[in-house]
């Protein structure tokens, strides 16, 4: 454990309204920023940010990638050049920051991205991922070069509205001061809504776009076009959605490599990127036979996405699923139910270990045939794919200790 979790183990885990307390502690800081840019959407967030990292990287720039939750380790959320910070490095950097985290009363997440702000402060170029929304998240308490859209949909309704306008709003107020912003596919009123934040809209569907989408269990093939660039790249992820993020993350560095280090995009050296991402508990397939699928979809369009993925692999696998109180729950087990009554498989529900978790009881409350499960191994000796919160598949690592299950 890691001197920031033990030092947060006793507080209370909650998310706090407002950028002044981070802004308060970031004005201490006795150094300046790196240029960087920031992620928003509901999903393919840390999979565009990683994509985003690992392309600059190989045009040779030292990248921090700040990127939240975490499935096993803290550390996962800090990488330089896509290797984790490791545990002396982060208990130095924490013991630097943390008369300023007690003098300002920061929220977990608040230190955390104050801890990367800190780490990150040599890099040449920084990936900041949000960690909720948009406008008041702590990651938008700077300034950024470019902000990139995920796809958006429904999540964090008491949060951020119940209408996709009014998500669409709070994730779109990290184009600040008119910066250029990369959209992805999304609804057509996404991009209208746009350009009350700034004039320079790079568009999925407009200015650049991906087909001939082939998925297998070798991963993700497609086509990535835009007005001066065409060429074909293979991801190690699986699902249309997959390619959609690559093409955006393409688009993203494209306008990085230009506008701010005033050098050429090199297809190559693309190519070469989005090859060697590694981002475990995104379908991820960790065993072959029998097969074991993890994915951490944990609201209704991304698991509408985990299960067309699945069918475009033609798989038929039992699902093991476990969610939240703050989710969809009811919606999220439908999607689950309907695909396993399609394909003769069964639905195992499970409970977590966590304060805002439902019980299994709750959750087969909302199914006709879903079975209670205590012991995970009692399903993981079968075909399987195990989705829903990141601490449910979290909780996978304690069933194969030996494994690297989740190593980047």
């Known amino acids: ?17 407002g950028l002044d307390r981070i802004k308060g502690a970031l004005s201490t800081l006795s150094f300046s920023l790196p240029p960087s840019v920031i992620v928003a959407g509901t999903n393919g967030k840390g999979s565009t940010s990683t994509f985003i990292a690992s392309i600059l990287k190989e045009h040779g720039k030292k990248v921090g990638l700040f990127t939240s939750p975490h499935i096993v380790r803290f550390n996962e959320r800090f990488r330089i050049d896509l290797k984790q910070v490791d545990t002396e490095t982060l208990n130095r950097a924490f013991r630097e920051i943390l008369p300023v985290v007690e003098k300002f009363s920061l929220t977990y997440f608040e230190a955390a991205f104050l801890l990367a702000v800190f780490l990150f402060r040599n890099c040449d170029f920084v990936v900041y991922e949000v960690g909720l929304g948009g406008r008041l998240d702590a990651t938008n308490a700077i300034s950024h070069n470019l902000a990139v859209i995920t796809h958006i949909d429904f999540d964090h309704k008491d949060y951020l509205g119940d209408t996709i306008e009014k998500i669409a709003v709070e994730k779109l107020h990290v184009v600040k001061d008119r910066i250029p912003v990369v959209i992805s596919d999304n609804p057509p009123v996404v991009f209208e809504l746009a350009k009350e934040f700034t004039e320079k809209i790079t568009a999925f569907g407009r200015d650049f776009s991906v087909s001939d989408v082939s998925v297998s269990l070798s991963g993700t093939e497609a086509f990535y076009r835009d007005e001066d660039t065409a060429f074909r790249f293979l991801i190690p992820l699986y699902g249309f959605h997959q390619a959609v993020n690559a093409s955006t993350a393409i688009s993203a560095a494209k306008i990085i490599l230009k506008d701010i280090f005033g050098e050429e995009f090199l297809v190559s050296e693309a190519v070469k990127g989005l090859s060697g991402v590694k981002l475990p508990g995104r379908f991820q397939v960790v065993r072959r036979k029998p097969l074991l699928i993890v994915d951490v979809a944990h609201n209704p369009d991304a698991v509408k996405r985990f299960v067309e993925t699945l069918k475009l ?15 969809d729950v009811k919606e999220v087990v439908s999607i689950l139910e309907s695909y396993v009554n399609s394909c003769g498989k069964r639905l195992f529900v499970t409970e977590i270990d966590n304060e805002r978790a439902l019980s299994a009881e709750e959750i087969k409350s909302y199914s006709d045939s879903a079975v209670v499960v205590e012991d995970l191994s009692s399903v993981l000796d079968r075909p399987v794919a195990v989705v829903g919160s990141f601490y449910l598949i979290g909780k996978l690592s304690d069933y194969f200790p030996d494994d690297s299950l989740f190593l980047f």
């Open 313 to 327: 692999l033609n798989l038929s696998v039992d699902i093991l699923y476990s969610g939240l109180k703050d989710k």
């Open 1 to 17: 454990m890691t001197d920031f979790e033990t030092y947060f183990a006793s507080k209370e885990f909650v998310w706090k309204i």
